[in-house]
């Protein structure tokens, strides 16, 4: 019962360089979304996706790209990453309705 | 625009008390849900409890229900008998559900201790 699965749960980056974050689910969830949390904002919506083949841009869109070729998964990639962008991540997927709102268990991102 | 408000940084509650954790909401969509997460130290979100608009009695959960007050937009969230295992951080969000994708908009979380 894997539910959301994220990968790498840790990671440093140089400012500069790229990275895909993967997030994985096995609950036939149609929606996804990638957010980031950062110290006293709470969490954050950066993209999301309403089934595969269909992405939008969050509240917080800049420097990330996205894409959902399958209903399973939902990459996050860092184009060019930058200080700013050190933060935790979270993935999570979730029916239309209803409250079965799932995340992973985050990734923490640290650009140097 | 949707908002959630989380008065409380911080709180402080002794072993085996009740507390009770703020969260006011603002939206003009008729339907919507509201949620509850505990954040451990060790970093996963961890679904607590929920309440959707319509819903005719509060949310209860084992130890945790949700007091949810439409008119004053409020849905805290009250713990009972707190453990040394509920010290944490606490997020409330809001789902709308009219729209196509319906995020969750987080407040800023309240850190609770428990105390021996």
């Known amino acids: 019962n894997a539910g959301v699965t994220q990968t790498p749960k840790f990671q440093v980056l140089k400012t500069g360089q790229s990275m895909t974050l993967q997030c994985a689910q096995d609950m036939n969830h149609e929606y996804m979304s990638w957010y980031r949390q950062d110290p006293g904002m709470g969490l954050r919506l950066i993209h999301y996706?309403?089934?595969?083949?269909?992405?939008d841009q969050g509240e917080v869109p800049n420097g990330y790209n996205v894409s959902r070729s399958t209903t399973e998964d939902f990459p996050l990639r860092l184009l060019s990453a930058a200080p700013s962008q050190t933060s935790v991540y979270f993935c999570?997927?979730?029916?239309?309705?209803?409250?079965?709102?799932?995340f992973g268990s985050g990734t923490r991102l640290t650009v140097v | 625009a949707q908002k959630i408000t989380q008065t409380q940084p911080g709180m402080f509650v002794q072993e085996k008390e009740a507390v009770t954790l703020d969260c006011t909401y603002d939206?003009?969509?008729?339907?919507?849900?509201l949620f509850w997460y505990k954040q451990p130290s060790s970093g996963e979100m961890i679904f607590l409890i929920y309440?959707?608009?319509?819903?005719?009695q509060n949310a209860t959960e084992g130890r945790y229900s949700l007091n949810f007050q439409k008119a004053r937009k409020s849905a805290n969230l009250v713990i009972s008998a707190s453990q040394l295992g509920d010290s944490a951080m606490y997020f409330c969000a809001m789902r709308e559900m009219d729209t196509g994708f319906q995020k969750l908009v987080f407040g800023t979380g309240t850190r609770l201790l428990v105390s021996p």
């Open positions: 999570a997927s979730s029916p239309p309705t209803g409250n079965g709102y799932t």
């Open positions: 939206t003009s969509d008729p339907s919507y849900g």
């Open positions: 996706s309403v089934g595969a083949g269909i992405t």
């Open positions: 309440q959707g608009s319509y819903d005719q």
